[in-house]
T-cell receptor, first 113, second 119 residues
Framework: ELKVEQNPLFLSMQEGKNYTIYCNYS?????LYWYRQDPGKSLESLFV?????AVKQEGRLMASLDTKARLSTLHITAAVHDLSATYFC?????????????FGKGTKLSVIP | DGGITQSPKYLFRKEGQNVTLSCEQN?????MYWYRQDPGQGLRLIYY???????QKGDIAEGYSVSREKKESFPLTVTSAQKNPTAFYLC??????????????????FGPGTRLTVL
């Protein structure tokens, strides 16, 4: 069974600071997705990471994937209040005749002035 | 204006009743998905459809049923067999199934969600 763990689950950070959210998963996969969810809202796709060493950047967010370590990171640079949201990673596993798509529990980020 | 719509936004159900949640997309996507989200939790996959007239169980399919008779529609029925149906339900679609196509443009788009409460 594919397990996906995010940490931290809660993160309070000051504006202007840098921080990293971690997503670990239990079974080798090279398909990982990051999403953002604002309170009471639906999910928005942020990044699609499909190979070892993949790095994607959008604004103050940068995501990377290390398939050997089974780890993805979401790095926040010089945080601003607008980045306050819950961030989820999701891993897709394609096996012999079986498919799994598992989300982490999410990291709730609060950026304070 | 392309996108995914879900209705209703809020739904109240009495115990023992079946209810159907609507999901429609006009993005011409082959694949559609249903997820359940409980407070403070990630999403869990209920059912997915990789192409019209096909659907497969996800991790928590018990007590739910779906159909995919049209490409643009993927309704979810929550039956009375689902023991704890109160949750936020999200529908999503992608150009191709995430399980079949590992392309960077093949991302999921989500609908606004339906909040189901059992009274």
């Amino acid at each position: 069974e594919l397990k996906v763990e995010q940490n931290p689950l809660f993160l309070s950070m000051q504006e202007g600071k840098n921080y990293t959210i971690y997503c670990n998963y239990s079974t080798t996969s090279d398909r990982l997705y990051w999403y953002r969810q604002d309170p009471g809202k639906s999910l928005e796709s942020l990044f699609v990471l499909l190979s070892n060493g993949a790095v994607k950047q959008e604004g103050r967010l940068m995501a990377s994937l290390d398939t050997k370590a089974r780890l993805s990171t979401l790095h926040i640079t010089a945080a601003v209040h607008d980045l306050s949201a819950t961030y989820f990673c999701a891993v897709v596993l394609v096996g012999a005749g079986s498919y799994q798509l598992t989300f982490g529990k999410g990291t709730k980020l609060s950026v304070i002035p | 204006d392309g996108g995914i719509t879900q209705s209703p936004k809020y739904l109240f159900r009495k115990e023992g009743q079946n209810v159907t949640l609507s999901c429609e997309q006009n993005l011409n996507h082959d694949a559609m998905y249903w997820y359940r989200q409980d407070p403070g939790q990630g999403l869990r996959l209920i059912y997915y459809s990789q192409i019209v007239n096909d659907f497969q169980k996800g991790d928590i399919a018990e007590g739910y049923s779906v159909s995919r008779e049209k490409k643009e529609s993927f309704p979810l029925t929550v039956t009375s067999a689902q023991k704890n149906p109160t949750a936020f339900y999200l529908c999503a679609s992608s150009i191709f199934s995430l399980f079949l196509a590992d392309s960077s443009y093949n991302e999921q788009f989500f609908g606004p969600g339906t909040r189901l409460t059992v009274l």
